[in-house]
């Protein structure tokens, strides 16, 4: 005789497989609510309790975890001693485990309280799961609804090899693992616990992606698990191909940056750097600020904006060519004059300025990955160290300055006019390069800027600004050269400003 174990929370599809199993000549052995569902439905079948001779206790907790469930499970077909300890304590053997687990998940994401997530702790489903895995050559786990037409084709057709079976066992490994990554993560965060000796990220594919950076590279975009529903973003692609992944890496830097602003503001980004960032009441004329920053190097870019997009912005990013726009919204004529274009891809997103990201970033290095909390400090001071006090207006492009350059890749700086980047220059190893680019991009406009480092600079780079009539600056300080900085600014009449606050971007 062959047997099944049923026993499954999410029961989609349940009743259609154990009564496929029936006519396949299988024997069904099921528990809770499963055997229930299955005996409603006229299969069939005899409860876990008939086998293990012993009832399920405490609410339910225990049911599965008995060695006639787990030997029949475990049980090698080739080893003598195996056959043998079966015949002696009259254990059949299990040919199919069908299992998946309590939603821890879903519990999560309904924020619901403590004693409820611990209760939806599996225990008994990831231990089936797991012994039925590691047995795949004799044993055929199934934990995902989706598979289960192909398990009965594969029953009917007689290819349900070790092949086969070992692709499923692996399916089943990463389930359990996703879920020990979710219930890690629920006890660290929990505790505050941000870096533990062992870490576990839960992660679900989301999409495959065409390629990766390049077009050799394979690809794929995964969501983390753990991060509660109502903080992810709710993006809705309204029109144009599929986002790469080159395009989702920018559409991510391009919404940090905009995150950090509150009035209407635009962002261009291209290679996840800014070509220019502008705020203004009328987010028509952030627009045209910062299109007018970079109108050459945003080509092929991303455009996001907080406010709906316009028609005048619709009928001037139309001029051009461009990757991708997002928005909160696109006003009806906006939406109509981009879907003109084919290929560009139009992404809404309700929740834009609403939505987090996590709390750590992750790098892959030689060995390992690197762990940190995200950059979410502007600065820790705002103290004045020169002679001459910078004006209101000069203060408030500081601190659009800072909220800039936290994004660019360093060394970098930022030029800054009216909360509006005049040049960028980032990704130098020496900063007065990086300067020298800004001053460069921003030719012509530079009366009245001001530049924003982030970190500290030397004397060269006072002696650009004031070569160049820039009267104020922000950096975080923090150098042996910092006084001879300061008396440099001092002679050229330069109001600096330190942060104590570093924002390099690697």
């Not at 799961?129 to 398990?151: E, F, G, L, M």
């Not at 616990?193 to 062992?198: A, I, M, T, V, Y």
């Not at 980004?269 to 627009?287: M, Q, R």
């Not at 012509?444 to 500290?456: H, M």
Request: glycine fraction near 6%; include cysteine.
């Amino acid at each position: 005789m062959k047997y099944a174990l049923l026993s499954v929370f999410d029961k989609s599809g349940i009743v259609e497989f154990a009564r496929s199993l029936r006519e396949l000549g299988y024997s069904i052995v099921s528990t809770g609510g499963t055997f229930k569902l299955l005996k409603e439905h006229g299969i069939e079948l005899t409860e876990v309790s008939e086998i293990t001779q012993f009832p399920e206790i405490l609410g339910g907790r225990v049911k599965t975890l008995h060695p006639h469930v787990h030997a029949g499970i475990l049980f090698r077909r080739e080893v003598p001693e195996d056959i043998n300890a079966l015949k002696t304590h009259q254990i059949n053997a299990i040919d199919i485990v069908v299992n998946n687990l309590y939603p821890f998940e879903e519990m999560l994401q309904q924020s619901k309280d403590d004693a409820t997530m611990i209760e939806n702790i599996d225990i008994g489903g990831p231990s089936m799961i797991r012994a039925a895995a590691k047995n795949y050559k004799d044993v055929t786990i199934v934990v995902d609804p989706q598979d289960y037409k192909y398990v009965i084709q594969r029953l009917q057709d007689g290819t349900l090899d070790e092949a086969y079976r070992r692709q499923l066992a692996a399916k089943a490994f990463s389930l359990t693992a996703y879920y020990d990554g979710m219930i890690s993560s629920y006890f660290n965060a929990q505790l505050g616990n941000k870096f533990p000796e062992q870490f576990a990220r839960p992660l679900k594919l989301k999409a495959g992606m065409r390629y990766g950076e390049n077009p050799h590279q394979a690809a794929a975009l995964y969501q983390d698990g753990f991060q509660p529903a109502q903080t992810c973003f709710d993006f809705d692609q309204l029109h144009g191909k599929e986002i790469s992944y080159n395009n989702m890496n920018d559409l991510t830097s391009a919404v940090m940056m905009l995150k950090e602003f509150e009035r209407p503001c635009a962002v261009g980004v291209k290679h996840s750097n800014p070509t220019g960032i502008a705020c203004d009441d009328d987010i028509n004329v952030a627009y045209d600020k910062m299109i007018a920053c970079d109108d050459v190097s945003i080509f092929g870019g991303i455009i996001a904006l907080n406010r709906a997009v316009t028609p005048h912005i619709a009928e001037r990013i139309n001029t051009m060519f461009m990757e991708i726009v997002i928005a909160p919204d696109f006003e009806p004529e906006a939406f109509d004059i981009l879907a003109q274009k084919k290929n560009i891809r139009l992404v809404k997103s309700s929740n834009l300025m609403q939505a987090q990201f996590p709390d750590l970033k992750y790098k892959d290095v030689l060995n390992g990955t690197l762990l940190q909390e995200n950059d979410t400090l502007l600065y820790r001071s705002f103290n004045v160290v020169s002679k001459r006090q910078p004006s209101q207006k000069e203060m408030d492009d500081m601190i659009f300055g800072m909220k800039a350059v936290k994004h660019i890749s360093s060394n970098g700086v930022v030029l800054v006019k009216d909360e509006s980047t005049l040049g960028c220059g980032f990704g130098e190893v020496r900063r007065s390069w990086a300067v020298e680019k800004a001053i460069e991009r921003g030719a012509g406009k530079l009366s009245g800027a001001v530049l924003a480092s982030d970190a500290f600079f030397f004397e060269d780079t006072v002696e650009l600004l004031h070569a160049n009539g820039i009267k104020a600056a922000i950096s975080p300080g923090g150098s042996i050269h910092d006084q001879a900085v300061i008396t440099l600014c001092d002679q050229y009449d330069i109001a600096l400003v330190f942060t104590e606050t570093r924002h390099f971007r690697h």
